[in-house]
Structures are given as structure tokens and as C-alpha cells.
């Protein structure tokens, strides 16, 4: 399948800073992908979906101002935390998304990135 | 709208023996359902999808799923777990077609027992 790379795997940053995580689509064009935020030992919360060349739709209850994402090419998505605070830590995961036909529409899935604010 | 109840947080089987991980959904429209697997700090990862096609769908590492609509159900199987099975496993809804923007169960934390 096809390969989404995540970058960096862990972060550590002081409280008041700022933490950039990329996606990167490697051997495919990612018109849309997606964000999501994931606390310990729960599910998946749909952050934002992010368009290449146009700005992103956050999920109601996400600050956009705080998570700045940005899509620039069709095979880089990034995801800025602005202003960490230590309730920002978190396990971060990108997914970009494959178009098919007959059913063969899939999303593949980073790495994740573990985000923790001290 | 779209949602998905995965029952039980935690399932606990020994080696070898039959795995079943449960999944409900709940859809307005025909569904595409998926479920993944988790392996600790790390994303996920497809292990079988349903598209309206064939109703028992075969997927990696030897599990199965079958879709009942009649029952809203789409449970994961594997005849015979192996300890490296142990993971967190997440079934997911989304509407038909080329959407795909899934919403994901709570997940269940399969742990198996030598």
C-alpha cells in the first residue's frame, strides 16, 4: 500500500513554544488529508481535513488559530501547535487520502507523533 | 450521521484460541466499514475493509469480518490468535462512495495470554 510518512515520531518542547509535525505522502499525491488527535487509550478525534492549495476545515471545537495546518503541495500537509501548553500533549496522526474507484477509496496512516508540553 | 460502538474496551483470549472483536454501526446511508489495527505509538493500519461487495471480507494476518445488515454488525474473527496479535483495534464507518471521511469506535484492546 501506499506510504504516509510522519515526522518527527516524538517531540518534547517547553510550554509557550511552538511544534511543527509533517505529513508526507511518499509514493502518491494526497489531494486531502486528514488530523487527528488521539488520547491514551482512546479513539481517533477528527482534528481538521486539509486541502491541498486551499485552507483547511476544522472539526467544531478545534481552535484554528491554536492547530495551524497547512498544505501546500500535494504530497506535504503540516501541522503547527502554537503556544504548546502542557494539555497539548498528545499522539498526533496524519492521514492522507486515496481516491478509487468501485470502492477502493482508503486512507493510509502515518506514524503518529507523540507531542509532549512540559 | 454516522457512528460506531465497538463492545467491550478490553477482550482477553489465550493463544490459539477464537478471537472476536465486536462492532456495531450506525449509518443513514449504505456504509463502507474498515476495521484497524494499533500497535503501541504507532498509526494504524488497514487489516480489512467492506465496500457493498462481498459480505465476508478476508484481511491480513489472517482475520475476517463479516457484514450483517440486517444486524448492523461488522465483528472481526481470527480462528486462532497469536501472541503478536495483542493490539488495539479500531473499527470504523464511513458513508459510501468516495468520501471517506471515517468515524472511529472507542477501540478494543485485544490481549492474549500465552
Known amino acids: 500500500g501506499a506510504v504516509v510518512s510522519q515526522h518527527p515520531s516524538r517531540v518534547i518542547c517547553k510550554s509557550g513554544t511552538s511544534v511543527k509535525i509533517e505529513c508526507r505522502s511518499l509514493?502518491?499525491?494526497?489531494?486531502?488529508m486528514f488530523w487527528y488527535r488521539q488520547f491514551p487509550k482512546q479513539s481517533l478525534m477528527l482534528m481538521a481535513t486539509?486541502?491541498?492549495?486551499?485552507?483547511?476545515?476544522?472539526e467544531q471545537g478545534v481552535e484554528k488559530d491554536k492547530f495551524l495546518i497547512n498544505h501546500a503541495s500535494l504530497t506535504l500537509s503540516t501541522l503547527t501547535v502554537t503556544s504548546a501548553h502542557p494539555e497539548d500533549s498528545s499522539f498526533y496522526i496524519c492521514s492522507a487520502r486515496v481516491l478509487g474507484q468501485g470502492g477502493n477509496t482508503e486512507a493510509f496512516f502515518g506514524q503518529g507523533t507523540r507531542l509532549t508540553v512540559v | 450521521a454516522q457512528s460506531v460502538t465497538q463492545l467491550g474496551s478490553h477482550v482477553s483470549v489465550s493463544e490459539g484460541a477464537l478471537v472476536l472483536l465486536r462492532c456495531n454501526y450506525s449509518s443513514s446511508v449504505p456504509p463502507y466499514l474498515f476495521w484497524y489495527v494499533q500497535y503501541p505509538n504507532q498509526g494504524l493500519q488497514l487489516l480489512l475493509k467492506?465496500?457493498?461487495?462481498?459480505?465476508l471480507v478476508k484481511g491480513i494476518n489472517g482475520f475476517e469480518a463479516e457484514f450483517k445488515k440486517s444486524e448492523t454488525s461488522f465483528h472481526l474473527t481470527k480462528p486462532s490468535a497469536h501472541m503478536s496479535d495483542a493490539a488495539e483495534y479500531f473499527c470504523?464507518?464511513?458513508?459510501?462512495?468516495?468520501?471517506?471521511?471515517?468515524?472511529f469506535g472507542r477501540g478494543t484492546s485485544l490481549i492474549v495470554h500465552p
Open positions: 467492506y465496500t457493498s461487495a462481498a459480505t
Open positions: 486539509s486541502n491541498e492549495g486551499s485552507k483547511a476545515t476544522y
Open positions: 470504523a464507518v464511513s458513508e459510501g462512495g468516495g468520501s471517506y471521511i471515517p468515524t
Open positions: 509514493d502518491f499525491q494526497a489531494t486531502t
